[in-house]
């Protein structure tokens, strides 16, 4: 449980950072925009107390806003996305259900199933992160455009550092 904790801090510390000075810099045009802080939340293991997961969630959301002067969207999108998660979670079990403890990943579920947790739970933060954004309905066009464009961009993000832990350690995170 020690080596977990020691993971998940450093994970969260290095997301932020990594976040902060370099993808926040970083705009390919006005629509598509890298959130990779959110695989913070993707790699918390299965059997995390949900709980939990919203503490951290809004904990990660809450020191991205103080860093980007952002008032709050992104505790708000984050905290959502931690919500999510255990839903996502339990309707994407495999029949015999999680091996418990385990770290969602390419190599322990599968490129279809960690692609699809991943993408989905990238969208629910971004979709509420682009609404609260905007929040008003004209240019909703604009908005679900941004957040399809930057969900693509964020889950191959996220697949990209799937291959490069995997290519390295052979495990993920374990």
């Known amino acids: 449980m ?3 904790i020691i993971t998940i801090s450093f994970r969260f510390i290095g997301l932020v950072l990594l976040q902060l000075f370099i993808l926040n810099n970083i705009q390919f045009s006005s629509i598509l925009n890298p959130f990779l802080y959110v695989y913070f939340l993707i ?3 299965v059997d995390f107390r949900p709980s939990l997961a919203l503490l951290l969630g809004f904990l990660l959301g809450l020191t991205i806003d103080i860093f980007c002067q952002t008032l709050g969207i992104h505790t708000i999108a984050a905290t959502f996305a931690a919500f999510c998660r255990p839903y996502i979670l339990l309707y994407m079990a495999p029949r015999d259900g999680y091996e418990f403890s385990r770290i969602p990943s390419v190599r322990q579920m599968g490129w ?3 692609t699809t947790y991943s993408g989905l ?3 629910m ?4 992160l682009f609404l609260v954004e905007m929040f ?3 240019g909703l066009m604009n908005t679900i455009g ?3 464009g930057s969900t693509l961009l964020t889950l191959i993000l996220v697949l990209i550092t799937q291959l490069i832990f995997i290519k390295r350690s052979g495990s993920t995170y374990e």
């Open 2 to 4: 020690d080596r977990q």
């Open 43 to 45: 790699a918390l293991p």
């Open 112 to 114: 279809l199933w960690f």
């Open 121 to 123: 739970l990238i969208l």
């Open 125 to 128: 933060h971004h979709l509420t």
């Open 136 to 138: 008003r309905m004209s």
């Open 146 to 148: 941004k957040t399809f």
